[in-house]
């Protein structure tokens, strides 16, 4: 059983800052790549960030560089995004994704609005 639990969304002005978080639990950082991805309105769901299980090497989309940080608490298994300096491009509903290659799970979702 594997679930992935999102949290730390909300309403918040260009500029601000949110840190999301990742609770999972029936896996382990050690086995899955996780990553964040987002949907805004009348978008496909993108791609944002993800950290390996290895070494834990990073990527991020274009959008976001120099502005979200993606990382991990191995102990608390739990993954995180730290989003600063907001833009309303950001307002999207953010999922949480594990992926083996085997297996793909994904998160509900918390929702990130960001008002100019």
């Known amino acids: 059983q594997v679930q992935l639990v999102e949290s730390g969304g909300g309403l918040v002005q260009a500029g601000d800052s949110l840190r999301l978080s990742c609770a999972a639990s029936?896996?382990?950082?050690?086995?899955?790549?996780m990553g964040w991805f987002r949907q805004g309105p009348g978008k496909e769901r993108e791609f944002v960030a993800s950290?390996?299980?290895?070494?834990?090497?990073?990527k991020y989309a274009e959008s976001v560089k120099g502005r979200f940080t993606i990382s991990r608490d191995k102990a608390q298994n739990t993954l995180f995004l730290q989003m600063n300096n907001l833009e309303p491009e950001d307002t999207a509903v953010y999922y949480c994704r594990g992926y083996l290659g085997t297996g793909d799970y994904w998160g509900q979702g918390t929702q990130v609005t960001v008002s100019s």
């Open positions: 950290i390996t299980r290895r070494y834990g090497i990073v």
């Open positions: 029936g896996l382990t950082f050690n086995t899955y790549t």
